[in-house]
């Protein structure tokens, strides 16, 4: 994907604050090698603090030049099976970019359904506002 077509990171993020978001001591952070190199990475957190804790929420990153080859798939379901794991009942994406078809598809096919749309929620590098979508999937089913 382009810079600024799937993360509402600030575009002048510096590495320091990205890895400190990354690596923050409430976050499970996880890597995908490949011959010894780093080809994809998430995270598992909380959605919301306190009673809201029950329910995961999570972020992949794929090099682009690892794109098209199952990893954030792969990623994606090591990622329900550590979420069940670590004890949340259900996974919430926040904010998926509605143009960002792979990872909507992505998510539909591991069980995520789209809850809610949030008209001209994500300020596209190229295609300016666009909307973006709450996805939700239980954990309770295996």
Known sequence: ME???TYAFPADMNRQSALAMWMAPTV???VALENDSI???YLIKANQPG???HVSNAAFMVSPSAQG???GRRMGEHCLSEARRL???AMQFNLVVATNEPAVALWKKLGFEIIGTVPSAFNHGKLGFVDAYV?????DDA
């Open 69 to 71: 080859r199952g990893i």
């Open 135 to 139: 996805m939700y999937r239980s954990l």
């Open 51 to 53: 009673r809201g804790s």
């Open 3 to 5: 810079p600024g077509d």
């Open 28 to 30: 499970h952070t996880y």
């Open 39 to 41: 080809v994809g990475t």
């Open 87 to 89: 004890g949340f009942r």
